[in-house]
């Protein structure tokens, strides 16, 4: 069993920052890929960003490239998220997601708001 755990939501205004963390407890994170969702009233869940087991490989929606970098601690069993330059679009729960094999886990989500 993992848990996953957000933290580092608030409210910004357009053009600030806010460094998201992703931290799990349970089996090996490094086995895991770990990626960030994010949900906005009325919408549908969409995918944010996602990094493999060990860091290597990244991958963004074209809404945050170049605004927003995921990363990775497995010693600290943490993944982040810095968002940079937001804008109200980015409004939206974000919640954290760990795939391994035939496991997949969600995290609670953190509120991420930005006012124009």
């Known amino acids: 069993q993992v848990q996953l755990t957000e933290s580092g939501g608030g409210l910004v205004q357009t053009g600030d920052s806010l460094r998201l963390s992703c931290a799990a407890s349970?089996?090996?994170?490094?086995?895991?890929?770990v990626a960030w969702f994010r949900q906005a009233p009325g919408k549908e869940r969409e995918f944010v960003s996602a990094?493999?087991?060990?860091?290597?490989?990244?991958d963004y929606a074209d809404s945050v490239k170049g605004r927003f970098t995921i990363s990775r601690d497995n010693a600290k069993n943490t993944v982040y998220l810095q968002m940079n330059s937001l804008q109200p679009e980015d409004t939206a729960v974000y919640y954290c997601?760990?795939?391994?094999?035939?496991?997949?886990?969600w995290g609670q989500g953190t509120q991420v708001t930005v006012s124009s």
């Open positions: 997601n760990a795939k391994a094999f035939l496991f997949e886990y």
């Open positions: 990094v493999s087991g060990f860091g290597v490989n990244t």
């Open positions: 349970g089996r090996t994170f490094s086995n895991f890929h």
